[in-house]
């Protein structure tokens, strides 16, 4: 007799092009969910590998060969009628030409499009790390000089996603500090949130970054922000998060670090297993690096967040 409580399992496939659009086709009117739009993929066959479940639904679906995918993040949701557990895999490379081999409707669409799609409510989380790259910096200093010069440092490494968090700086020179950043970020398409505990009031930013004082204090998602972030360092705070709508969180620390010397890590079994337990993508801080990347991957984490792993040797 099947396990009535076990969730269906689904391999699913963020699949992006050469020009990093996103795949997504449209559920037919009869199926669970019917008419709304999702990414393709499909239920696990007994005795059948994610992996290969994920190459066998894309290939029937889409036509595609999968040639490359990580792991990007895994959703565990009860819709009342049926309980899901979405295997996402980022699938970067793929052989052939993909078509709707089911005569579904599908697009091609632009990170930026998600929101002219209705998707079923376990793919909110899904959308927030499809749009999300595999690394979020933190910029500090201890002056407006070394800020702007740190700034221009992760600039030249490709990020596209970083935290305003000069918490050194004098108050009086947070704004103006602020504003030349955020010009410098626009110039290359950055997203930059700005740290919730610094007070600066603007609406400029793309997002707001909340330390786990602030994320405690808040009973609803902060409005008017693209992105909404929040630092957790256990489970009670990533839950948390993910009750305000927030959409990611940076979890610390997971290995040591000489800032807080006394701060026992968490290790990368223990941020594999709180992973598990929350529909959110999680960035790993504290003590890691770039070359850390595969090992945030395999746990789950959406990538890794840091401060000098990101500042280059001048």
Known sequence: MPDTNKPLHVAVGVIRDAQNRILITQRAKNAHQGGLWEFPGGKLEAGEAVQQALARELAEEVGIKVQTASPLIKINHDYGDRHVLLDVWNVTAFAGQATACEGQAMR???TEQFGAFAFPAANQPIISAAQLPDFYAILEGRSAIEVISNC?????????????RAKSLPST?????FEQVLQLCQQQNVSLLINADLGIETDSAQGIHLSS?????CD???????WVAASCHNLQEL??????????????????TTSHPGVAPLGWDTLASLLECVNLPVFA????GQCDLE???????????GISAFLPEV
Request: charged share 15%.
């Open 239 to 256: 839950r948390h998060a993910e009750a305000i709508g927030a959409n990611f969180a940076v979890l610390a620390p997971i290995q040591a």
């Open 220 to 226: 609803q998602r902060p409005p008017a922000y693209r």
């Open 152 to 164: 221009r440092r992760i600039l030249a490494t490709g990020i596209k996603l970083m935290q305003f």
């Open 213 to 217: 004082r602030a994320l405690l204090a």
């Open 173 to 177: 020179d947070l704004l103006s500090v």
């Open 108 to 110: 091609w669409i632009d």
């Open 285 to 288: 801080l504290g003590g890691l």
């Open 295 to 305: 090992k945030a991957l395999a746990a789950g984490a959406q990538g890794i967040a």
